[in-house]
């Protein structure tokens, strides 16, 4: 019986497929460096499409995912600050709303297993309903989002040539957000031109210097090549008395998680401050005077940084010269991934 | 192309055709609540004693026969809406002749569907089960009003759900049955409830160790009109 309905399901499925050919729709391929690990994302399960990206990015832009049509992704994450919100150690939204955390920037989401800062999102299709619901951010509620767009006059015929349904539902809305933002890869920083040896493109010496400082003290959390290890940790900051946050624990329930957020990825990180998941630091100056002098010790802090991180004023100068150095313009100023001008 | 597709057609029909030998197996899900069959599709109106919500994920349903399983139903994912009365009848394709004495399912959903990303129907994330602020489905809502709730006005809200270790909430039932159609799966909420000191607790709104617990119950109180 479950072979029959396996040959009905492929036949369907060819079938499908046959039609999306009819429909028109271009495949997108995700290209990405050969060094860097396979994507976790499955992409089986949502494939990209030129048109489903357009329309992914169509919704990232529009603020009718928001209670009062005023707020939408990109208030948040504007794509000349690697899609992250600068200036604001917390995040505002809806109505002047501020939030509890400074938002992440948003690049290279192929490659992540969890999302926001304390990980409370397992999957990229999922992350987009917390800003969307959230009452600080964009206050709306996922049913009457739904109602707008099957009301509107443009979304209900651009949903029919991706996804091929009548309707616009939850699922189909998440993934053409997903769609959009998987595109969103950054991987020609000087940095990847110089392990890509490129055009003769090499480090500085002030960058070499930096490098190796990295990769002697940084490397372990903020792993090469997406400059993140994916993982929760503490790193010795003094819990704000009154956001009172306690990152991770809240998620797993395991007090060991307790004050552990998730390990940020370093690219373009010339271009995403403040810094932390309170925006606490402005500048990597700051930041980097927190690992030297600043680490506070606790049950949990991550044990790379037990004794600090100990760094001369020279230490820092080089070592702020190669994290420049993972600075993508191409990324940054990608018209692909800016305001849909039509 | 069109060739093509219109012998995938002609295929496709002769493979439905094929799986024609199946017969449909109803399923009725009934929560039973003041010892009747719950229905809240009418309008809601507030009492002392009352419930306003009540909605449960049924999935990963099998049948079996003296322990063994025989069938499985692919894709098996069933919300339960005591307000949608169409919700509480499930049509299940089972061979014809098939032999068995046990139905079994999850209560809730489980733990790789809770990390796959986004489903549509009965798992579409805007059917008010899903969590934003921590990912998971709610397994099973219960809402309503008791005398005994401390709550202010008397309310209790028990969302339960959470898929991560040490505090999954998902729960299989395996109940005896007779091979009927409809098969009756009664929802005994009357003793679920009876069973929580309400004023002692009145509200869970997320996963944890009381959640678990309130699931393990709950799973406790299904039961099949047939069984043996």
């Not at chain 2, 002769?14 to 017969?23: E, P, T």
């Amino acid at each position: 019986m479950r072979n029959r309905w396996l040959i009905l399901s492929l036949l369907v499925g060819f079938l499908i497929l046959l039609s999306s050919f009819d429909q028109g729709l271009r495949p997108y391929t995700l290209s990405y460096p050969e060094y860097w690990p396979a994507p976790h994302y499955d992409l089986n399960k949502n494939p990209l499409t030129i048109e489903g990206i357009a329309l992914g990015r169509a919704l990232f832009y529009d603020p009718i995912l928001s209670e009062n049509n005023t707020v939408s992704c990109a208030n948040c994450h504007l794509s000349f600050t690697a899609f992250t919100h600068v200036d604001h150690a917390l995040s505002h939204g809806i109505r002047d709303s501020i939030g509890t955390r400074n938002s992440m920037a948003l690049m290279n989401l192929a490659w992540s297993r969890y999302f926001m800062w304390d990980g409370a999102v397992n999957h990229l299709d999922m992350q987009a309903i917390a800003p969307i619901t959230h009452p600080a951010e964009m206050g709306e509620d996922m049913p009457h989002v739904i109602e707008k767009l099957n009301a509107s006059a443009q979304y209900p015929d651009l949903f029919k040539e991706v996804f091929g349904t009548e309707k616009v539902t939850g699922e189909y809305l998440l993934k053409a957000i997903s769609q959009f933002e998987l595109t969103l890869n950054s991987s020609n920083s000087k940095y990847d031109k110089v392990m890509r040896k490129e055009d003769g493109v090499q480090f500085t010496n002030q960058e070499k210097k930096g490098y190796y400082l990295f990769q002697r003290h940084c490397n372990s959390c903020h792993t090469e090549p997406l400059f993140t290890s994916g993982e929760f940790k503490n790193n010795g900051l003094l819990m704000d008395p009154q956001l009172k946050d306690l990152g991770r624990v809240k998620i797993s329930l395991d007090p060991r998680d307790s004050l552990k957020f998730k390990v940020p990825s370093l690219r373009n990180v010339e271009f995403s401050q403040p810094y932390m998941h309170d925006g606490r630091f402005r500048s990597l100056s700051q930041v980097l005077t927190h690992y030297a002098e600043g680490i506070q010790s606790s049950n949990t802090l991550a044990s790379e940084l037990s004794e600090g991180i100990a760094l001369s004023p020279e230490d820092k100068v080089d070592l702020i010269a190669f994290l420049l150095s993972l600075t993508d313009k191409e990324f940054l100023f990608n018209p692909d991934h800016s305001f849909p001008r039509k | 192309m069109k060739c093509i597709k219109d012998f995938v057609i002609i295929l496709a029909i002769s493979a439905v055709h094929f799986c024609s030998l199946a017969q449909e197996l109803k399923v009725f899900i009934n929560p039973v609540f003041n010892s009747q069959s719950l229905d809240l599709s009418a309008e809601f109106e507030v009492k002392e004693h009352c419930i306003k919500t009540f909605k449960c994920y049924l999935t990963s349903f099998e049948l079996l026969k003296d322990n063994r399983i025989v069938w499985t139903e692919e894709n098996s994912n069933h919300l339960i809406d005591a307000s949608l009365p169409e919700s509480k009848l499930l049509n299940l394709n089972v061979p014809k002749d098939l032999q068995y004495n046990q139905i079994s399912f999850l209560v809730g959903v489980d733990s790789l569907t809770s990390v796959s990303g986004a489903f549509g129907g009965d798992l579409d994330p805007t059917k008010g089960m899903y969590w934003a602020w921590n990912s998971g489905y709610v397994n099973l809502k219960l809402e309503g009003f008791h005398p005994n709730s401390s709550s202010p006005n008397n309310e209790f809200e028990f969302h339960l759900g959470g898929y991560l270790p040490p505090f999954q909430t998902v729960q299989r039932v395996c109940l005896f049955c007779a091979m009927n159609s409809p098969l009756e799966i009664n929802i005994d909420l009357d003793t679920f409830i009876k069973s929580i000191d309400l004023e002692a607790i009145s509200k869970i709104m997320s996963p944890g160790e009381k959640a678990k617990e309130m699931s393990i119950i709950a799973a406790k109180y299904f039961s099949c009109k047939y069984e043996k």
